[in-house]
């Protein structure tokens, strides 16, 4: 059974999963995925319905059945969970050290049905529908008062993580609140509590009026080079009117994510071509858990603002950065954006 | 020229080092190196002396003369600083962001003339005069008072960020506390002062008494798979006497240290097949420096325990590891300070 121990020292912590099936002296040098192995041999192709947990979610054709073919998006179980809502949830001592049992969930979200098209492929409609899902899953999961934090992410190309070259995205819903994310809800916290403004609207504020990293500007989204970038190309995708929280964003809202996501995975693609990325949604956590006490004139709705972070993952995590948590990025920012504001798609 | 920057909202600065060389779009899938690409065209082996910057410290043969051949282990200005001592240090703010220049020190240990010779192979007397080195590049970069850490670390293997074969390590010295370094100076005071004890004394009291997670136990050094594993068969080395300051270790105290290192890496080489690996030395700051205030009875002597992190890049940071700073290890700590301990060298 899996568990989440926490690092007294680092501060950090850590899911001991040894029931992913993946022996550590039987860990592979994993090759670059171009394909699915096969459609066969693929647990993400039609067909291969019945050889998945049942799905939790689906998109699907009018007229056709649950568990069959005649879908568009399907939400999994993760068949190698880290953490399982069948586990009691637990929390103790081991001496000096903390606890928590493998308590959450782990889902797939599988993004089309077609095993050669990528993220970058979809239509702005069919974005928009993976970005609906992703909405609906976060209302369910949030219903649900034992979980601290719901983490949505993408892993694209074997060098980011992903283990399948079938495009999707996953969902891992935790016990506990994750290191960085408690380190963001209260450097915005704080940021609200000395100036009552929202941190990430007064970022949008100078990037617009900056100009040097801004790579696209739509109606409701902004995408820009983050000042401090860890990695080459980083990019933050961020609703330019402030709104703290994913679940509540509203369709056409939706619409303009797909249609500025589209963009930029287009530019990536054609100017570095194809990186490996990781995909981030930071979204406030269930309502009634947060890193923290705020002041009365301060809230979770005030101070949070909900962004997309999107990084290429074209240099490595090397002892310096393992032992530091410092990036040594070899690209400005401004250089990145300026690469891609000229691209012409 | 570099810059260090620092992200409000996550708290962690990063280093923008564009004259590294490196340009983004030229950033090449790595291949796995298993040998100098040939003496030749390496800078690090015997006679090219001349194609490095003049060298900082060397060990070498009685009568050989500086930057030339006869040596054993030799320190280099790092030809593609991410920091240079030249730079101006100066600290600004942009609007909301803040900036350090790039301002530090970045060294290279050519760890032996032998291009083939891996650091697992070192005699431990050999060994001991690397970590020798460390020692006295520490303490000559801490009388700077500029400098707020010195982080020396070692990368082996592609995978684990190595850029070149012939055995090295690297130095960089910062002008700001690293975010994980604060994190554990801080940790650390907090626990002493709630319980006047140091807490890496506390847990290698409970890790010996638990036995499950030990590795190696010898007279000065104990070795043990941490309980909040990030990686499969991450090691900490600690000395078992409370010791703050690697600058301040004796020349016994790092035979052992050599020891103790020879054997772990002897292990994982047989038993992992050779992995790629980042060593990471956690020391105390500058003594003028560090992150908050203790009171009176706590001092940065009593409360920090420096140790060698051993950390095997067998599993990925992907979208999940780096969007919470929450790794997923599927390998027990305990399952592999076993498999370990039982194997024979």
Redesign the interface.
């Known amino acids: 059974m899996s568990e989440l121990?926490?690092?007294?020292?680092?501060?950090?912590?850590?899911?001991?999963?040894?029931e992913?099936?993946?022996?550590?002296?039987n860990?592979q040098?994993?090759e670059?995925l171009r394909s699915c192995a096969s459609e066969a041999a693929c647990p993400f192709c039609p067909g291969n319905e019945n050889r998945t947990p049942p799905e939790i979610l689906a998109i699907r054709d009018p007229g056709s059945r649950p568990n069959g073919p005649g879908w568009r998006i399907r939400v999994l179980p993760n068949k190698f969970p880290?953490l399982t809502i069948e586990s009691p949830l637990e929390r103790y001592g081991?001496?000096?050290?903390d606890v928590v049992s493998g308590f959450g969930a782990h889902e797939v979200v599988v993004e089309t049905p077609d095993n050669l098209e990528q993220m970058a492929d979809f239509s702005v409609g069919h974005l928009q529908d993976v970005f609906g899902v992703y909405r609906s899953r976060l209302r369910d999961l949030m219903k649900d008062q034992r979980f601290r934090?719901i983490?949505i992410?993408?892993?694209h190309g074997t060098?980011?993580?992903?283990s399948l070259f079938h495009s999707h995205s996953?969902i891992?819903a935790?016990p506990v609140t994750?290191?960085?994310?408690a380190?963001?809800l209260a450097?915005?916290r704080d940021?609200f509590q000395l100036k009552e403004r929202c941190?990430?609207c007064?970022?949008i504020h100078?990037e617009l009026e900056?100009q040097a990293r801004i790579v696209l500007v739509e109606e409701k989204f902004i995408v820009f080079t983050?000042?401090?970038?860890?990695f080459?190309?980083e990019l933050r995708v961020v609703p330019r009117r402030h709104s703290h929280d994913f679940s509540l964003v509203d369709d056409d809202t939706l619409a303009h994510l797909a249609f500025a996501i589209k963009e930029v995975l287009t530019l990536l693609r054609k100017?570095?071509d194809d990186p490996p990325f990781?995909?981030?949604l930071?979204t406030a956590p269930p309502f009634t858990h947060r890193a923290g006490k705020p002041y009365y004139w301060s809230s979770i709705e005030s101070d949070f603002h909900w962004y997309l972070?999107l990084?290429p993952r074209?240099?490595?995590?090397?002892?310096?950065?393992?032992?530091?948590?410092?990036?040594?990025?070899?690209?400005?920012?401004e250089?990145?954006a300026r690469?891609l504001r000229e691209s012409e798609i």
């Open positions: 121990r926490y690092d007294p020292m680092k501060k950090a912590w850590v899911i001991i999963a040894t992913r099936g993946v022996r550590p002296v860990v040098k994993r670059h880290a081991e001496g000096i050290y934090y983490m992410f993408k892993n060098e980011a993580g992903a996953q891992i935790l994750p290191n960085l994310v380190v963001e450097s915005t940021y941190m990430l007064d970022i100078q900056d983050p000042f401090a970038s860890s080459p190309y100017e570095l990781n995909l981030i930071h972070e990084v074209l240099t490595m995590i090397a002892g310096f950065e393992w032992g530091t948590g410092f990036q040594i990025n070899p690209t400005s920012p250089d990145a690469f």
